[in-house]
């Protein structure tokens, strides 16, 4: 029996062997590669294209790698990455800032080569003076001195540690600079067992253990963070009775340099931003926006610039993307990466998201000198090199800092304010005024608790959102978290899950849900 069977299966193998680059080929044939459209060329974007490259791995179903365009309607990539030129001289205009545990942006830098340093003066934590300023008059201001040796600084440091104890409160006793107080706080207080920062960190945690998540919501629950984005800030603070002028003052000051509002954000939002003001900060040399170019370049992207996207039509197999150009694209997976709710892409049928509104920051630059007497002042160098401000509908400002002093004449500043500043005002602000640039961002959500989050796919299919998550909280490193997860969604929903690397990944799928608009 044995014996007469042997040849046939000798040669059912010898004709598969025959046969195999014929039934490979019809298979490539049947399914040649899918293209994944995404709008918006900002780290999320990029970071999209950067993960599904990373993630795929080919399948019998799905032997190639799918085809990306990435299409920004800028004529440069980078999205709220951008930077502005001074006097010669680049600045960031937008993001500035990245957290010494912001992961996936030092791995960024790394893998492209990119050199790290640290933020101007003005934005790190603790070799600037501070003022908090009420309108009328500083409120608070730390002790200005400007030496160059470093036991004055340290004297000095000591001193401005004690003014913030005497004014603030026992608590602050230990803390060398005002703003690493809040980092501590924070991390010991809101999570009684683990600070945000550790909780955010799950996310970084291997891809076999680390589930794929459909929706916001579940996402923020597994790192045990969603309950942060159902109080405000001030709620949390009060709630571990944290000193009403300590809110008032210095919280208020911090919130409203990181997202232009006030401590009635979410206490999640409000957490990331007080994290954005400890040490160790770092930015990009020449620009943040390199990270969103390079990962463009390594990822075998076709990029699409100066090329906005007006509709988005799913047509049963595919999405149609049509542009301002007249073209029309056939997309078999098609991700928004940027926020929806100031953008005209016209869906059909119709995406149902919960109404969001953005916070708008006009960032001012002026390469001038400011005038001492709008602050009650006698001389320049008695300003703070950072001016922040109480939450007061009537201050046209929340913050002015020095980016960089070339001369005691000669210094380059940036404003943020949530209005446009006006010839008329900066010409009060300041007694010389050598050059202005102005940009106006829609900057981030406007945040409040509850937040109320977008799903990440849209309409059941293999529409993505990657911006839903920014009503967790609004940095480039929350970009990439989020376009990471997406990536991930995108191969284990269209590409299945044969074509990733780890075996068993589960998917967390989304909850009913409440007040939405239609787009
Ligand atoms: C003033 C300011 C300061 C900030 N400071 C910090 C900071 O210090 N640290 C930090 O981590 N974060 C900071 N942020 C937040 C950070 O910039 C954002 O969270 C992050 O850059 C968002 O990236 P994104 O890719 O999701 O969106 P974006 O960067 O907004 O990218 C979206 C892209 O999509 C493009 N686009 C939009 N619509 C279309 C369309 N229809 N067709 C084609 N293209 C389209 C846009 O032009 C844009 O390039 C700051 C933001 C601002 C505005």
Redesign the pocket.
Known sequence: MYSDLKPSFSFLILLFLCLQPLIFSLSTDASPPPTVCI???????SSVAHFLRHYFHPSPSQPTPPNIKI????YV?????ATVSIGGESFE??????HPK?YHALNYSNLLGLKVKPPPAS?DDDSMSLGIWDGKKFVFKTLQVDSKFPLVQKIVSYVNSFRIFFRYGFSLLKMGSFVEVFVLFIAFLFLPKKSTVDSFLKYYESPERRPIFETVDEMLKWAGLYNLTTQTLQDELIGIKLSPLLIKELVTVITRI?YGQSVYISGLAGAVSLA?SGGGLWSVDGGNWQMASGLINSSDVSLHLN????SISYLGEYYELNSTKRNSYSCEVAVV???LDE???RFSPAVSIPERKLQH?H?TFVRGLLNPAYFGLRTVAEIPELVGTLEDPDLPFTCISVLKQLDENDTTYKI?SRGPMSDALLDSIFSARLQTNRIN?G??PHYKAPELFAPFILDGQHLYY??AF?NAA??????AVAAENVARLILSRYFSEASLQSSNLQSFSPDADVSHFDL
């Open positions: 709008v918006g060329s900002g780290i999320g974007g299409f920004e309607r800028s990539v980078g999205g709220r990455m205009a937008g993001a500035s800032i990245l912001n934005e990181n954005g090329e906005e996207i007006e990466a940027t926020p953008v005209n892409i920051t960032a943020f961002w900057a981030y990657v911006n920014e609004s940095t480039m490193e929350t970009s």
